[in-house]
């Protein structure tokens, strides 16, 4: 599903990213770790299309369509409710039957209760779960996540740690400081320097 | 089609109820027109001619508009949901378009108060001046969303802004200005439509390589 030779980013003068190969087949589930200002994150912006590399390529056999993102922002907008970014999200991609979708992610993420509140009066965790059903959302091949732990609290680690266990059939990537939690379900794995 | 309309629709009522929420841009705007015109009515003598006020008005809706501009994609770009919008399958196209909606909305409400206060300080407001600004509006929010959109990336915004939009706007003001003030309106109306042909087209087919690498 993914294959990356030789890809490398600079921004500047500074070379973020220099000669990564990658394969990952549909269904796999490939952990990328790192120390702090090894890559991970724009090997994952690379990923998503957010950013072009230097050097290098990228093939992606996903529809966007199906292409789900949790980065380091949760991409909501602070002003609207957890149920309107959803629904606004829902009808960007197409979502069959967004309402009903929308809703029983919220509930799966304990939100249901803060749907109508502005997102600006929710605490980081509970953005931080409001990321994770936009990327949900519509049901996506292909999840790249980037350090999705962060901000969660203890009931939230175990809904992702489900979430990700039974990714079955959906090919996931994660970058993440906490490779021993998500080691279970790594098919295989990428160590930046 | 209509999937693409659908999208522009989501965008655009979004920004909508964002300004609703938030109240950052349309106050602000209603504020400075009226201010402006005011400080305007005052600088000007007495005597001073028809074309000196309209020529004030126009100074005045092009500074108002440029605040909605500016504030058109600071909230996307500081929030990062700019990239959500540009991961999701719609067409890049489509974000510019709701935008530039929105941004039309912004510039209806703030003349919708700055002409009736125009025709208390200075002159009458005619169907010419009506016909004019509503042309120019529709260039000022194309072109100007898309610059909006290129000086939002920059640290430096406010200042950037203003120096990539007001040479564009400068046939704009022409236009306008002629439209009101000359014998041949049509002839200057139909200048301001082309203007916005020509320039919507190239900023709705340029707009994803604005906000893309």
Redesign the interface.
Known sequence: MIRARGLGRRFGDRRILSDVDLDVGAGEFLLVTGPNGSGKTTLLRLLAGLLAPTSGTIEIVADRRRVGVLGHEPLVYRELTPLENLDLYGRLYRVPERRERSGMLLERYGLWAARREPTSSLSRGMVQRLAICRALLHDPDLLLLDEPYSALDVGGGELLDGELAGHGRRTVVVASHQPERLAAYATSGLALA | MT?YF??VA??AR?DL??EL??RDTVPAMLLFVVAALVVFHFALPQDSSELAASGMLWIALLFTALLALVRAFV?ERE???L????????DRSAIWLGKTLSVLAFLLFAEAVALPAFALFYERVTWELVAGIALANLGIASVGTLLGAMAAAARTRELLLPLLFLPVAIPLVVGGLGATVSDDPARYLAFLGLYDLIFAILSWASFEYVV??
Do not use: F, H, N, W
């Not at chain 2, 990239?83 to 719609?90: F, K, N, R, V, Y």
């Open positions: 999937g659908s999208d989501a965008l979004k109820l964002v929420r938030t909230g929030q990062s949901t990239d959500g919008l540009i991961l999701a399958p719609c893309t690498e």
